[in-house]
């Protein structure tokens, strides 16, 4: 069964430094999403990814986010200068297409992203 | 009001037995709803979508009161591998582009041997 992966599994960062999280979607979606996981708290919607630009973001998605489909393959999630409070579990996911019955997202198993 | 409600639990239930969580949604403009469960540190997972009619997979069944925003997830017969936090979740499918998810907190269940 096709499914997206994320890597790295975990990132450890000094506060102010860049940081890139990878993530392959499935490979017939068109559609693609981070979310991120504060411990303790609910998911989160940062942005959303269709034919090569930003479909929709959150007020969470501000200045110092940015995405990009790199290759064929690849979708990346780049936090320019890191803050504690970015510390969470990025997850990457994907849809097929816009349609209501196919409309269903399919998460990665996330990186945990430590910000000290 | 929160966007997407859910108790918190935790729901404490013998094996065998049937559960119910619900759930409600403040945008009336909804027009996506899932069920995810989440396991401890890890992804959501896709349980199952919520159509209007309502909508079974096994033991699951799923139902949907737009009037009056609600969604229910019942469980029969459970297992102890149920045990996970179950996540309703809502999209605004506005067409043309991919609405963002939103999540409840979730529902902690604990199935007891």
New interface residues.
């Given amino acids: 069964e096709p499914e997206v992966t994320q890597t790295p599994s975990h990132q450890v960062t000094q506060m102010g430094q860049e940081v890139i999280l990878r993530c392959v979607p499935i490979s017939n979606h068109l559609?693609f999403?981070w979310?991120r996981q504060i411990l303790g708290?609910?998911?989160?919607?940062?942005?959303?990814?269709?034919n090569n630009e930003i479909?929709?973001k959150?007020e969470i998605f501000d200045d110092q986010f940015s995405v990009e489909r790199p290759d064929g393959s690849n979708f990346t999630l780049k936090i320019r200068s890191t803050k504690l409070e970015d510390s969470a579990?990025y997850?990457c996911a994907s849809?097929r297409d816009?349609e209501?019955s196919s409309?269903?997202?399919?998460?990665?198993?996330?990186t945990r992203l430590t910000v000290t | 009001r929160k966007e997407v409600e859910q108790d918190p639990g935790p729901f404490n239930v013998p094996e065998g037995a049937t559960v119910a969580f619900n759930c409600t949604y403040s945008n009336s403009a909804s027009q996506s709803f899932f069920w995810y469960r989440q396991d401890c540190r890890k992804e959501p997972k896709l349980l199952m979508s919520v159509y209007s009619s309502g909508n079974e997979d096994g033991r699951f069944t799923a139902q949907l009161n737009r009037a009056s925003q609600y969604i229910s997830l019942l469980i029969r017969d459970s297992k102890l591998s149920d045990s996970a936090t179950y996540l309703c979740v809502v999209n605004k499918f506005i067409g043309g582009g991919a609405d963002g998810l939103t999540f409840g907190k979730g529902t902690h269940l604990i199935i007891q041997p």
Avoid: D, I, N, T
């Fill in positions: 559609y999403y979310y708290q609910k998911v989160e919607f940062l942005v959303s990814f269709y479909s929709e959150s579990m997850f849809s816009s209501l409309y269903e997202q399919y998460f990665g198993p996330g």
